[in-house]
């Protein structure tokens, strides 16, 4: 979504740990969140609706689990001013210790400027860029291990700078690819929140942990079919086995985590099914802006979600590009989950993008 970064510090316990099932403690990470829903400049940015802002609720999942309150730094809306994030941003880093970890939220409106910088906006100020992020990370913070996040547009710039520190642990999760704009909605920063609360449906192995990449796997799958836009991600190869939750309650019905439609007045919703009870009903949480609606619905009335869309790697197609509002032919290169990576017809490999199952043909 065009929203925020989050910087956090996540304690997770390696490869070795993940069958002891050893609690993941966060009394050494550092949680660096910058929320930005509402711009001065309005007519550039526009606001988002704060009830049941995602980012109050992985802030409050830090505070009841252990994370010490100096070791969180939370910059809202006004607040939030480019100005203020610097002032504030290069002092808490300086507090951590060797062994801290740090993770970094960011949510709001991202973009591109004019020397196509992927920056995040802050309610006013210079540009804040994905570089200057992660720069300012590895010259002030004792730790080797940070987790950059951000749900917003051209979000994946993180993932991008994260990779140039090959000394360092630096993962970054993002809601987007470098080049593309976002969802408006939350579904980036619930499934993030899934997997640090430690959601059976996350934990796709059904081992009682998950790892990071587990849970870079489910966001990914989740934005490609709720919202049909790749995510990005970047975990360093020794990371990838590492345990972001454990202590997971195993799932019960093979059938929790799966994504249905349930038909309401002729129209089906997705959603994904969270639980079953002894009666034999499945609780469905529904897609929306945040996520908060769900059901107990009869097995009779789900249908699994399939993608509408399946066209072979090599295939011949047409794309709809929105800015032209025009059909233009194409050649499938990749293909993930319900989307397609293709190559436009007589144009250079720039124009290559992931598009959406309701954008091809």
């Known amino acids: 979504m065009k929203k925020l970064l989050l910087i956090i510090l996540l ?41 049941d802002r995602l980012d109050n609720k992985i802030l409050k999942f830090f505070r009841e689990n252990g994370t010490p309150e100096n070791q969180i730094l939370y910059i809202s809306d006004k607040q939030a001013t480019t100005k203020a994030v610097r002032e504030a941003f290069v002092p808490f880093l300086k507090q951590a210790k060797k062994d801290d970890i740090l993770l970094f939220y960011y949510c ?27 720069k300012t990370v590895n010259e002030n913070f004792a730790g080797n291990t940070a987790f950059f996040t951000a749900d917003c ?4 710039g993180l993932s991008l700078e994260a990779q140039k520190y090959k ?57 490609a079919i709720v919202e049909g ?3 990005a991600n970047y975990i360093p190869t020794s990371m990838k086995n590492w345990v972001v939750a454990s202590n997971v309650t195993k799932k019960k019905n093979s059938r929790i985590g799966e994504r249905v439609l349930v038909n309401y007045e002729e129209q089906d ?7 079953v009870n002894k009666e034999g009903l499945f609780k469905v949480r529904f ?23 399946d066209f072979a790697v090599g295939a011949s197609v047409k794309v709809y590009y929105k800015d032209d509002d025009k059909w233009y032919p194409a050649k499938i290169l990749k293909k993930f989950s319900c ?16 598009v959406s199952q309701e954008n091809i043909k």
């Open 339 to 354: 989307l397609h990576y293709i190559h436009y017809e007589g144009f250079g490999n720039e124009w290559d993008e992931w």
């Open 167 to 223: 000394s360092k642990n630096f993962v970054a999760l993002n809601s987007v690819v470098p080049k593309d704009v976002s969802t408006g909605n939350w579904t980036f920063s619930n499934a993030l929140l899934y997997g640090l609360q430690g959601q059976s449906f996350v934990d796709t192995d059904n081992d009682g942990a998950i790892t990071l990449n587990e849970l870079a796997n489910y966001i990914d799958q989740e934005m």
């Open 108 to 134: 709001g409106h991202g973009y591109k400027n004019d020397k196509k910088q992927v920056c995040f906006a802050n309610y006013q100020g210079a540009d804040w860029s994905a570089e200057e992020i992660v």
């Open 287 to 309: 897609y929306s802006y945040t996520n908060d609606e769900t059901d107990w619905v009869e097995a009779s009335r789900l249908k699994p979600f399939v993608c509408k869309k």
């Open 269 to 275: 919703w997705l959603g994904f099914i969270t639980s």
């Open 11 to 51: 304690c997770i316990c390696s490869d070795s740990f993940m069958k002891a099932q050893v609690k993941t403690g966060f009394g050494k990470t550092w949680v660096f969140m910058v929320g930005v829903l509402e711009w001065k400049d309005a007519n550039s940015f526009a606001s988002f609706e704060k009830k």
């Open 229 to 231: 836009q790749k995510s």
């Open 153 to 156: 547009c051209n979000s994946g």
